[in-house]
Every structure is written in structure tokens, then in C-alpha cells.
């Protein structure tokens, strides 16, 4: 893998992620730009102890705009974008609105130039190569002082928020330790001075001796329905040797899983019958927290979930899920991942 760093025109870094020397990354950015916003403020919620983010600036973040200017595609002779390059492969930028900077850092990860690609369409050589990209970001802004975890997700659809249609996700280093991290890693330790075990070793040991939630599995992987899934169709995928992120992986994990994952996103797509549109879905990769005293009892893994429940219709949060944090499933966990086999590749 081949790393190129450049500045954009406000001053943010771009790093170009190639897989063989060659390709010239030395364009420059002719954008007349004004500093990216950084008004970001911190509160902590004195009821629930969690931490918000009030950042007014991204009101004004590029919404929805035609695919002639897609600021995420190459830039073109009179219509430069956030790529001053002419073609890439894959490409981290600073977020032009992050909500986290300062304390905490936002990235975007552009999977191709290719508009109307997808993660499941890229070739294996282009999807490790994203994964190069995810796990050396995630080494880079772990080191930086102040950042609690970092996560690295795909948002895609526009059901799901995406504002943005080109293939692309993001990477959020977070200046505190989330909330829902706080609660796994409680419930980790109440199960260590229970059992004597690991949380997340004894969940993947259960699900494959139960059997019914499977979806699939490798030599290095494994990934089933939870037995409590929130969402309409939910997958988590877990490396069978518990790693705390992704720099942990060992090669030949590594090696399998681009395949995978792409494969388990093709599942995602088949759901809903030929013709469907694409599945909307939040795809994130959930690593130990940076520096933290229980790292060793979290396990890495990748979480998976669409909000579509049938063809048509979507699962919202109303008033249980948004007001109380009680979710309700539509769709029995089994009957889901019986769903999700039947999908797989021919």
C-alpha cells in the first residue's frame, strides 16, 4: 500500500490510499475555501451522564446535491471537488463539517471514484485496501491525545441520512468513550466476576452452538442475527481469535475478510426481492476503546443493520425507541437470519 498526504485549500489533510506505486498525487486544490468549521461545544447531559455535541455548523453541509457536483467524485477539468486528483482509489479527508474537532477528529473514506459504485461492488483488491485504509487511520488517530475510540462506518441510503450518494463512509475518533460503549464494557466486567469469562468470547460460543441465528462464517470469521437484535434485519460478524481493533488482526484474517464483508452486504441487497432498491443500511466496525483500563475485555467486531423491515416500509424510531431506548422488533431474530442464508450468492 502506497500513502500520499496532501493539504486541501482550507487547510485540511487528504491522504490518498493506493495499491501500487505510479499514479501522481500532487494536484492542487484551486478551491478559494474558508476554514472548515470547528465550532463544536461538549455537554454532558446531567440526567443520563452522556455526552452531546452541539455543532451549529453543519447546517450548512452539502445536501443532496445533483451527481454532476458530487464534491466526493474527481475533480474535472472547471469543476474541481473535496479531490483534486483526476482519478483515485481510496481517499480519507478531513470532514469539512466534523461534529468532533479539536478534542476528537472526523474523516470521510471515499471507496472509489466511481459514483454509482457500492462497497459490495468493489473487487477484493479495492475492498483490502479499504480495510489498509480503516485500520491505518484507526492506528494514527488512536495515538493522538484525548481521542476515546475510534469507529469506522458506512451510512448508506438516503433513509438512513446519508446526505451524499457516492460510495463512501466515515471515521469518527471520539474525545470520550460513547455511551454504548460505556454499557458494553459494564456489562463485560459484570459478566468476568460472574463467570470468570469473556463477554464476547462466551456471545459468538452461544450463537454457534445455538445454531438458529447463523448467517455465515469462515475460517476466521463468524457472524449471526443477535439473539436480542434491535433492527429489522441486524448481523454482527465477529473474528474468532477476539482481537481489540482492527490493527490487531492477524494476516490471514485479514486476508479473508474483505470477501465477507462484501458478501454479507450482497445479503443485505437480495432481501427484499429482484428489483428492490438498494438496502439502506448502517455498517460499523466497533473497536476497544483507546487507553482504556477494560480494553482488553472488548472485542472488536462489525455491526450491520437496515432499517427497511419490508419492501416499502421502514422501522422508525417513535416514541419507545427515541423516548425510553426500548426497541421493538417487527422481525424475530430466527425468522431474519433464515432470511439472510436464503440470500446468499448464487
Keep these: 500500500m502506497r500513502k500520499t498526504a496532501i493539504r486541501l485549500a482550507d487547510?485540511?489533510?487528504?491522504?490518498?490510499?493506493?495499491?501500487?506505486?505510479?499514479?501522481?498525487?500532487?494536484?492542487?486544490?484551486?478551491?478559494?475555501?474558508?476554514?472548515?468549521?470547528?465550532?463544536?461545544e461538549l455537554r454532558t447531559d446531567p440526567l443520563?451522564?452522556?455526552?452531546?455535541?452541539?455543532?451549529?455548523?453543519?447546517?450548512?453541509?452539502?445536501?443532496?446535491?445533483?451527481?454532476?457536483?458530487?464534491?466526493?467524485?474527481?475533480?474535472?477539468?472547471?469543476?474541481?471537488?473535496?479531490?483534486?486528483?483526476?482519478?483515485?482509489?481510496?481517499?480519507?479527508?478531513?470532514?469539512?463539517?466534523?461534529?468532533?474537532?479539536?478534542?476528537?477528529?472526523?474523516?470521510v473514506v471515499c471507496f472509489t471514484a466511481d459514483h454509482d459504485g457500492s462497497f459490495a461492488a468493489l473487487d477484493d483488491?479495492?475492498?483490502?485496501?479499504?480495510?489498509?485504509?480503516?485500520?491505518?487511520?484507526?492506528?494514527?488517530?488512536?495515538a493522538l491525545p484525548g481521542i476515546g475510540q475510534v469507529y469506522c462506518f458506512e451510512n448508506r441510503g438516503a433513509e438512513i441520512g446519508v446526505t451524499l450518494?457516492?460510495?463512501?463512509?466515515?471515521?469518527?475518533?471520539?474525545?470520550?468513550?460513547?455511551?454504548?460503549?460505556?454499557?458494553?464494557?459494564?456489562?463485560?466486567?459484570?459478566?468476568?466476576?460472574?463467570?470468570?469469562?469473556?463477554?464476547?468470547?462466551?456471545?459468538?460460543?452461544?450463537?454457534e452452538a445455538d445454531g438458529r441465528r447463523m448467517v455465515l462464517s469462515g475460517e476466521h470469521w463468524t457472524a449471526f442475527v443477535p439473539y436480542a437484535a434491535r433492527w429489522p434485519y441486524e448481523v454482527h460478524l465477529h473474528p474468532r481469535r477476539r482481537v481489540p481493533d482492527l490493527t490487531a488482526l492477524g494476516a490471514a484474517a485479514r486476508a479473508e475478510l474483505p470477501g465477507l464483508q462484501r458478501e454479507?452486504?450482497?445479503?443485505?441487497?437480495?432481501?427484499?426481492?429482484?428489483?428492490?432498491?438498494?438496502?439502506?443500511?448502517?455498517?460499523?466496525?466497533?473497536?476497544?476503546?483507546?487507553r482504556h483500563p477494560l480494553r482488553a475485555e472488548y472485542g472488536l467486531h462489525l455491526e450491520v443493520f437496515t432499517v427497511r423491515r419490508t419492501p416499502g416500509k421502514l422501522k422508525f424510531l417513535a416514541g419507545s425507541e427515541s423516548?425510553?431506548?426500548?426497541?421493538?422488533?417487527?422481525?424475530?431474530?430466527?425468522?431474519?437470519?433464515?432470511?439472510?442464508?436464503?440470500?446468499?450468492?448464487?
Design 11 to 40: 487547510g485540511r489533510e487528504l491522504l490518498y490510499y493506493d495499491t501500487r506505486d505510479g499514479a501522481a498525487r500532487d494536484a492542487a486544490d484551486p478551491r478559494p475555501l474558508a476554514p472548515a468549521g470547528r465550532g463544536t
Design 48 to 107: 443520563l451522564g452522556d455526552t452531546v455535541a452541539i455543532a451549529s455548523h453543519r447546517q450548512d453541509r452539502t445536501y443532496h446535491p445533483p451527481t454532476g457536483l458530487c464534491p466526493l467524485c474527481p475533480s474535472r477539468d472547471g469543476r474541481p471537488t473535496e479531490i483534486p486528483a483526476a482519478d483515485y482509489e481510496v481517499v480519507v479527508l478531513e470532514n469539512r463539517f466534523p461534529a468532533f474537532a479539536g478534542p476528537g477528529r472526523c474523516e
Design 125 to 142: 483488491e479495492r475492498a483490502a485496501l479499504v480495510l489498509a485504509a480503516w485500520t491505518d487511520r484507526t492506528a494514527e488517530l488512536s
Design 165 to 207: 450518494a457516492h460510495p463512501h463512509g466515515q471515521i469518527y475518533a471520539y474525545p470520550f468513550v460513547p455511551p454504548r460503549t460505556e454499557r458494553v464494557l459494564a456489562s463485560a466486567v459484570a459478566h468476568r466476576r460472574r463467570t470468570g469469562r469473556n463477554l464476547f468470547d462466551d456471545v459468538v460460543a452461544a450463537e
Design 264 to 290: 454479507l452486504l450482497r445479503r443485505f441487497d437480495r432481501l427484499f426481492g429482484p428489483g428492490a432498491p438498494p438496502t439502506p443500511y448502517v455498517s460499523g466496525w466497533h473497536q476497544a476503546p483507546v
Design 323 to 346: 423516548g425510553m431506548n426500548v426497541f421493538i422488533n417487527d422481525v424475530p431474530p430466527e425468522a431474519a437470519a433464515e432470511r439472510l442464508r436464503e440470500a446468499a450468492s448464487e
